[in-house]
């Protein structure tokens, strides 16, 4: 079956440093990948999604990167936090098809201060 | 006019009630419709797909309205445990494969 693994849980980072939150997906292949970033009490902004290596879309202006350097691994970066970077931080993948579902791992909650 | 619309809630509900959410969407070629589920500080997870016919998944029933453009989701016999955020979850655009998740709608069952 697949699996989703995403880390770290928490992190706390002082604004100015660098970010790079990993997730890597088991049990399928070529599958779409997805970032999203949910600030408190609010709905997921889609922030990246790749339907393959070195194949990503930017959804949101902003400080973030995303780069996949392997078919089931996505990674989420940035070269200096700002305190507006807080929040809940989600990968997702789905199926490599029409149907579209998505399945999110654990999050990443980060607080920038 | 936001591309999925939910009313944020919260639904005070209790023990046994039966509840329902509605949401709409904006793009009228919408071509996938689902409701996902978020407890507090955990990540959402598909609660269900919901098809043109309607579909039903034990307490759980969700309607799609294609010339309104809303799908609803009802939840009978409300469980203490059902107590989480609905999602409504909208693919706008197929070419894009990319979902856009309603701002959720908060339920809460009481004893």
């Known amino acids: 079956s697949q699996t989703i693994h995403q880390w770290p849980a928490t992190l706390v980072q002082p604004v100015g440093s660098p970010l790079s939150l990993e997730c890597t997906v088991e049990?399928?292949?070529?599958?779409?990948l997805y970032w999203y970033r949910q600030a408190a009490g609010r709905g997921l902004q889609l922030l990246f999604y790749?339907?393959?290596?070195?194949?990503i879309s930017s959804e949101v202006p902003q400080n973030l990167s995303a780069s996949r350097p392997q078919d089931r691994q996505f990674i989420l970066s940035s070269k200096k936090l700002l305190l507006s970077d807080s929040g809940f931080y989600l990968c997702?993948?789905?199926?490599?098809?029409?149907?579209?579902?998505?399945?999110f791992g654990a999050g990443t909650r980060l607080s920038v201060l | 006019r936001k591309e999925v619309e939910q009313d944020p809630g919260p639904f005070n509900v209790p023990e046994g009630a039966t509840v329902a959410f509605n949401c709409t969407y904006s793009?009228?070629?919408?071509?996938?419709f689902f409701w996902y589920r978020q407890d507090c500080r955990k990540e959402p997870k598909l609660l269900m797909s919901?098809?043109?016919s309607g579909n039903e998944d034990g307490r759980f029933t969700a309607q799609l309205n294609r010339a309104s453009q809303y799908i609803s989701l009802l939840i009978r016999d409300s469980k203490l445990s059902d107590s989480a955020t609905y999602l409504c979850?909208?693919?706008?655009?197929?070419?894009?494969?990319?979902?856009?998740f309603g701002s959720g709608t908060r339920l809460q069952v009481q004893p």
């Open positions: 793009n009228s070629a919408s071509q996938s």
């Open positions: 997702a993948w789905s199926p490599g098809m029409a149907k579209n579902i998505q399945y």
């Open positions: 919901v098809y043109s």
């Open positions: 790749s339907i393959g290596i070195d194949q």
């Open positions: 049990g399928t292949s070529n599958p779409n």
């Open positions: 979850v909208v693919n706008l655009d197929t070419g894009r494969r990319a979902l856009t």
